[in-house]
């Protein structure tokens, strides 16, 4: 069964660092997502992206945040400087259209 | 996109039905409904999706009143592995509109 891919499983960082969480979505999906969940609490949306652009930002996703698809399979997530409040779960989801929004392990940041 | 309503917990022991109740009071015409598992330290996991009546697959059925006003996802004879958070959604019918995840009612199965 296809699946979104997610690397790395977990990072740790210093505050300030730059982090690239890195996504590969399945192969004929349109629609990609990054979502995060610090411990304990909900699944927080931060951006959807489609068509090569961003199509949804949520407030979380600052100036700090950006998204790329350089390859036609990757899709990362990164974060220019980090700061504490960063720690959490981050997720790659993807589908094809409505339905299905297939998630990925997730990449577990720790900032110091 | 509607709010919802779904207990915060819910204990039950093994092999025994379970039926988590979602409201959602101010669903759109054109809205599913969709129920997401996810166990600790994963990605959240599709169940099921509807739009009226019931649905069912393999894992659970997913029923809604005609008024649409709240759905009902029942899990058939429990196991410990059934232990998972379980979030009601209520999507759009655009694939552009993200998934806003609620809190989610904490399920508990013990043996």
């Known amino acids: 069964e296809p699946e979104v891919t997610q690397t790395p499983s977990h990072q740790v960082t210093q505050m300030g660092q730059e982090v690239i969480l890195r996504c590969v979505p399945i192969?004929?999906?349109?629609?990609f997502y990054w979502y995060r969940q610090i411990l304990g609490q909900k699944v927080e949306f931060l951006v959807s992206f489609y068509n090569n652009e961003i199509s949804e930002k949520s407030e979380i996703f600052d100036d700090q945040f950006s998204v790329e698809r350089p390859d036609g399979s990757n899709f990362t997530l990164k974060i220019r400087s980090t700061k504490l409040e960063d720690s959490a779960m981050y997720f790659c989801?993807?589908?094809?259209?409505?339905?299905?929004?297939?998630f990925g392990e997730g990449s577990r940041l720790t900032v110091l | 996109l509607a709010k919802t309503t779904q207990p915060i917990s819910m204990d039950s022991y093994e092999g025994q039905e379970v039926n988590i109740t979602c409201s959602h009071n101010?669903?759109?015409?054109?809205?599913?409904i969709t129920w997401y598992q996810q166990f600790p330290s994963q990605g959240p996991r599709f169940i099921i999706q509807?739009?009226?009546t019931k649905v069912t697959n393999e894992v659970a059925s997913l029923f809604i009143p005609a008024d649409r006003k709240s759905s009902t996802l029942s899990l058939p004879r429990v196991s410990l592995s059934d232990t998972a958070v379980y979030y009601c959604l209520v999507e759009s019918p655009s694939g552009n509109t993200p998934l806003v995840f609620g809190k989610g009612t904490r399920l508990s199965v013990i043996a």
């Open positions: 192969s004929n999906h349109l629609y």
């Open positions: 509807g739009y009226k």
């Open positions: 989801a993807s589908t094809l259209s409505t339905g299905e929004l297939f």
């Open positions: 101010n669903i759109a015409t054109n809205d599913y």
